[in-house]
């Protein structure tokens, strides 16, 4: 498993894709995002026209490591994009639309993280390539609303387990990459 992480806009997703690419000519590329608006519905089709057209796309966010044993082609590596969106997705899921006043954090990370444990299992297991893809959010200041600092703490957690299991860390800055595990 290989873990790319670095701020909004370092390359992080051209990094992983060329690494890979590297080893695999196919690829199960996991698209994590999903479309909010017309700004985002375009940020996913530069996306998808940036990825070489052989590769195979699986649009989701939730039971990925079951996505990783059961989908995956057999010389198929794996990019995921991105862990980050994943774990906001989530949230939104399991916090069934209530505001953030009344949510229970602590329960919604146990889930969550139950989550990135079968994606840690998958990937550790997978005999091909994974990398995952997220973002390193904990270098700027403490958010000053209640769901971001939640969110923040809970990516920066999830990062932490995803780094300990990862063969490889990646960290990217202006398109600069630096291996650091």
């Not at 989701?60 to 969106?85: K, W």
């Not at 444990?117 to 700027?140: F, H, Q, R």
Request: charged share 25%.
């Amino acid at each position: 498993m290989i873990l790319v992480t670095g701020g909004a806009r370092s390359g992080k997703s051209s990094h992983a894709e060329r690494l890979i690419a590297e080893q695999c000519e196919q690829v199960l590329y996991i698209a994590t995002a999903q479309v909010t608006d017309a700004e985002m519905a375009a940020r996913i089709e530069r996306h998808k026209q940036e990825r070489p057209a052989h590769w195979r796309t699986w649009e989701g966010h939730q039971n990925l490591g079951f996505v990783i044993r059961q989908h995956r082609q057999p010389q198929e590596g794996v990019i995921l994009e991105c862990v980050t969106t994943l774990i906001a997705n989530l949230l939104f899921d399991l916090s069934g639309g209530r505001s953030p006043d009344e949510l229970d954090f602590a329960s919604l990370e146990v889930s969550i993280h139950h989550q990135i444990d079968d994606l840690i299992d998958a990937s550790v297991m997978c005999p091909t390539p994974v990398c995952l893809v997220t973002n390193e959010l904990g270098m700027g200041i403490t958010p000053e609303n209640r769901l971001a600092r939640h969110f923040v703490d809970i990516a920066g957690r999830v990062n932490q387990k995803l780094a300990r299991a990862a063969k490889e860390v990646w960290f990217l800055v202006s398109g600069i990459e630096v291996k650091i595990k």
